[in-house]
């Protein structure tokens, strides 16, 4: 079985962070992730995915993340219930993240929308908090592996998962 998610979307507002009873850190964000299609006005549709994140990750994220910016999640979807002060019974779908990529600095985001994408090979990814790794991990390595000029890759059959 697979429970795996990659959105890539803009964040409507700052991170919320928060801290439960013991002191772990817990940010929630909603992500704007365009629809691949136009509505019948010709106008661009967004779905409107909540993100929650924990431990470093959830710090660095409220740290660095602000509103409009245009952020990458790889995670997975989890669906919780719980009964409302009516007692109405309350299903609420989301997105626990345990990679978040930054794909514009700061300074893009400040002087508007670059839309060039030229600014994500700058940018981190910060990872943890959803597997119990309370580690801050950085991905340095900016380099395509599939940039070797149409050369052949050596992998051997060992290394394939079929």
């Known amino acids: 079985m697979l429970n795996r998610v990659i959105l890539i979307g803009r964040l409507t507002k700052d991170p919320e962070l928060r801290y439960t009873p013991s002191g772990v850190a817990v940010t929630q964000f909603t992500l704007a992730v365009d629809r691949p299609f136009t509505a019948q006005g010709?106008?661009?549709?967004?779905?409107?995915?909540?993100?929650?994140?924990?431990?470093?990750?959830?710090e660095t994220c409220a740290n660095y993340l602000r509103k409009?910016?245009?952020?990458?999640?790889?995670?997975?979807?989890?669906?919780r219930n719980y009964e409302n002060n009516e007692g109405k019974r309350v299903y609420v779908t989301e997105v626990i993240a345990d990679n978040v990529r930054f794909l514009e600095s700061n300074r893009d985001n400040n002087g508007g929308n670059s839309g060039s994408g030229s600014s994500t090979r700058e940018e981190p990814s910060y990872g943890g908090g959803g597997r119990g790794n309370n580690n801050f991990q950085r991905n340095n390595n900016n380099q395509d592996p599939f940039s070797d000029d149409g050369k052949p890759i050596d992998i051997s059959d060992d290394d394939l998962p079929f």
């Open 68 to 79: 409009g910016r245009l952020t990458a999640v790889e995670g997975r979807i989890q669906v």
């Open 42 to 58: 010709g106008e661009r549709e967004a779905d409107f995915i909540p993100v929650v994140t924990w431990r470093q990750l959830a």
